[in-house]
C-alpha cells in the first residue's frame, strides 16, 4: 500500500507535474477535484472497499496476493459507467484469483498484457548482468523471475532444472502420439472420497531411446471407473496400465484389487514391485536420469508438469538437514512420473516393439 503510494509520488516528480497534485499523509488530492486513496486489501480489511461507492478507478499492487473474497467485493463496487480495474503482478501459481479471473477465464471486456524485461526500452546493463547470472547459475527459478512464468518451489525442488533445460531445448510443444506403438499408462493410486489423495496417471509411448509424454490425468475423489471412462475417452482404451505395488490392494469401495478391476476393463496392468526403503529418492534419481529422454506435449500436460516443477525437498530448518520429498499436492504426479522411470528402466519392460530412434524435428515444436 505504502510502496503504490510512494511510487505515483516519485512519478509525479519525476514528470515535474507536482503543481496539479497535493500529496498528504493518506492520500493524493488532484486540483481537478480527483482523490487518490490508498486501502489494504487483505481479507480482515476487504469489507472496508464497499465504502468506495463512487469511484471510478482501482489499481491493485501485486494483485497475485489478493484472495478470492477481496477481488468478489471489489468488483460489483468499482462499477460507475466508464469505470476501470487495473491490476499489476509477477504470476505466482494458476490457482491465485486474480490469474483465474484474467488469464484463465478471461472476461470478453479485459484486456490482458504479458511484460517483461524484453519490453523495456529502458533495460539497464546492470539488470541484463542479473538476468544473465540467473538464467546460468538458477534455470529453475528463471522462468518465474524473469519471463512471467508460474512459482515454481525453489528451495529444494527436484525437478525444476531439468523442466527449464526440457523448454530452453525445445522439448516441450507439439509430441504426436505414433499410432502403430502401444501407450502406457503409469499410476499413482489415489482413493474415493473428500479426503482421499489425487490419483495421477500419465500417458506415455517409448519411441527407442525417446519418451513422448503425451498426456496427464488427474484427479481426486473420483471412483476408479471414472479414470476408466476417461482413458477410454481420450483414446487410451488399449493402454498398458502401469501400476505401482500398492495396485493389489483391495479397493476401498468394491473389495476387489486395483489391477483386477483394470484387467475386468480389458486394459493389460503390469505391477511394480515395492522399490523398498529409501523408494522415494530412487524414483527422483531414476526421473533425472531419463528426464533428457523426454518430450512432452505442451498442452495436455501443463498440469503434470506444474507438479513436477514444485515437487521438492522437505526441511529442517534448524539443523539446514534434507528430510526426503515433502507430500503434498505435488508428489502424487511426481510419484506417478517417477514410477514411469522406474518402469522404462527395468529390462524386462524394453519390449520389441520400438523401432529406432526416429528425427526429432519430425513430431516436436
Not at 9 to 29: R, S, T
Not at 83 to 110: G, H, Q
Request: charged share 25%; net charge negative.
Amino acid at each position: 500500500m505504502q510502496s503504490a503510494k510512494r511510487l505515483i509520488e516519485d512519478k509525479i516528480k519525476a514528470f515535474d507535474v507536482g503543481d496539479y497534485f497535493e500529496v498528504q499523509n493518506d492520500c493524493i488530492i488532484t486540483h481537478g477535484g480527483g482523490l487518490i486513496i490508498f486501502n489494504g486489501m487483505q481479507n480482515h480489511t476487504a469489507e472496508s472497499i464497499k465504502s468506495l461507492e463512487g469511484f471510478h478507478g482501482a489499481w491493485i499492487e501485486e494483485a497475485h496476493t489478493l484472495s478470492e473474497r477481496s477481488l468478489a467485493l471489489l468488483r460489483p463496487t468499482i462499477r460507475e459507467e466508464g469505470s476501470e480495474i487495473w491490476a499489476s503482478w509477477n504470476p505466482r501459481r494458476k490457482k491465485d484469483a486474480i490469474d483465474k479471473f484474467l488469464r484463465v477465464k478471461k472476461p470478453d471486456d479485459a484486456i490482458v498484457v504479458e511484460s517483461n524485461w524484453r519490453d523495456n526500452p529502458w533495460f539497464p546493463d546492470v539488470l541484463q548482468q542479473e538476468r544473465l547470472l540467473d538464467q546460468k547459475i538458477y534455470p529453475e527459478r528463471y522462468d518465474h523471475i524473469w519471463e512471467g512464468g508460474y512459482a515454481k518451489a525453489f528451495e529444494g525442488a527436484y525437478f525444476a532444472g531439468v523442466l527449464a533445460k526440457a523448454k530452453s531445448e525445445g522439448r516441450i510443444g507439439h509430441v504426436a502420439a505414433d499410432p502403430l506403438l502401444p501407450y502406457r499408462a503409469i499410476f499413482d493410486l489415489g482413493g474415493s472420497g473428500a479426503t482421499a489423495d489425487a490419483m495421477s496417471i500419465w500417458i506415455t509411448q517409448w519411441v527407442g531411446r525417446e519418451i513422448r509424454v503425451l498426456d496427464y490425468i488427474e484427479g481426486i475423489g473420483q471412483v476408479l471407473a471414472y479414470y476408466v471412462n476417461e482413458l477410454r475417452s481420450r483414446g487410451y482404451g488399449n493402454a498398458i496400465c502401469i501400476l505401482p505395488h500398492d495396485g493389489v490392494n483391495s479397493n476401498s469401495i468394491t473389495g476387489k484389487r486395483y489391477e483386477d478391476h483394470l484387467r475386468d476393463a480389458s486394459f493389460e496392468v503390469i505391477i511394480v514391485p515395492n522399490q523398498g526403503r529409501g523408494a522415494a529418492m530412487m524414483r527422483v534419481e531414476a526421473v533425472r536420469r531419463i528426464f533428457p529422454q523426454c518430450w512432452f506435449n505442451e498442452t495436455t500436460t501443463e498440469a503434470g508438469r506444474d507438479a513436477l516443477g514444485y515437487y521438492h525437498e522437505r526441511k529442517d530448518e534448524t539443523r539446514n538437514v534434507g528430510l526426503g520429498p515433502d507430500h503434498d499436492w505435488s508428489s502424487h504426479a511426481a510419484d506417478a512420473f517417477g514410477l514411469l522411470a522406474v518402469a522404462y528402466e527395468t529390462p524386462d519392460e524394453s519390449k520389441a516393439d520400438m523401432p529406432p530412434p526416429v528425427a526429432r524435428k519430425g513430431f516436436a515444436a
